[in-house]
């Protein structure tokens, strides 16, 4: 069973342009979460995602910030028009159907945005 | 004031010690979770506790819920444990607290 993939692991883009992240949940999983770190910081939630829906985006910025989990294929996140503080690592999880409110989740290696 | 305080931020130690990191927390929880992030970045989740204690080799976790504090044990620590630890609690997105960064020396 393979674990949660992400790719690219590195990204390099020039200010402007358009950064897309991909992450595929481990088989069997129905939730993604997506969490970024900034350099020499923790990490910090961005959205939480089932098939088809958006659950929870209170940590993902307003704009030029999307995400979707469409019903085949991977997650993706979306950064538009790159600035150099979108710089960091981000980080996908997923976890199966929620049990009793509690989840575990299992993490991607993360993919490292550098803006140029 | 953040909902996960951790302590302390940085540890260093000898290998072949008793090791101890700290979290509370401030609000009522589902699940509370320690994950390790290794230098290269990569996080590993170690244990996910909602009562009790849990042990995974050298790894110990406990948790008490009343006084909303855990605390994470490694026993005959060794080098390769030197990473950041990091205590996180969920009802769904994870609250992570700063972390700890231990460095095991031989």
């Known amino acids: 069973n393979a674990g949660v993939m992400q790719n690219p692991r590195h990204l390099v883009r020039r200010r402007g342009q358009e950064a897309r992240l991909r992450c595929s949940p481990m088989k069997g999983h129905s939730h993604v979460y997506w969490y970024r770190q900034l350099p020499e910081e923790g990490l910090k939630f961005m959205v939480y995602l089932q098939k088809e829906n958006i659950i929870d985006e209170s940590g993902m910025p307003k704009e030029r910030f999307s995400a979707e989990f469409p019903k085949e294929g991977p997650s993706i996140l979306r950064i538009q028009q790159v600035v150099r503080g979108d710089s960091a690592a981000y980080f996908c999880?997923?976890?199966?159907?929620?049990?009793?409110?509690?989840?575990?989740?299992?993490f991607g290696p993360g993919t490292r945005l550098t803006v140029t | 004031k953040n909902e996960v305080e951790q302590s302390p931020q940085n540890l260093t130690a000898q290998e072949g010690e008793f090791i101890t990191i700290n979290c509370s927390y401030s609000v009522g929880i589902s699940a509370l979770h320690w994950l390790q992030q290794h230098p290269g970045g990569g996080i590993v989740s170690l244990f996910m506790l909602s009562s009790g204690k849990k042990k995974h080799g050298r790894l110990i976790a406990t948790i008490n819920i009343q006084e909303k504090h855990s605390s994470l044990h490694i026993t005959a620590s060794h080098p390769r444990d030197s990473a950041v630890y990091i205590c996180?609690?969920?009802?769904?997105?994870?609250?992570w607290g700063a972390g700890t960064k231990l460095i095991i020396k031989p």
């Open positions: 999880a997923s976890s199966p159907q929620r049990i009793g409110g509690i989840y575990e989740q299992y």
């Open positions: 996180a609690h969920s009802n769904y997105q994870l609250i």
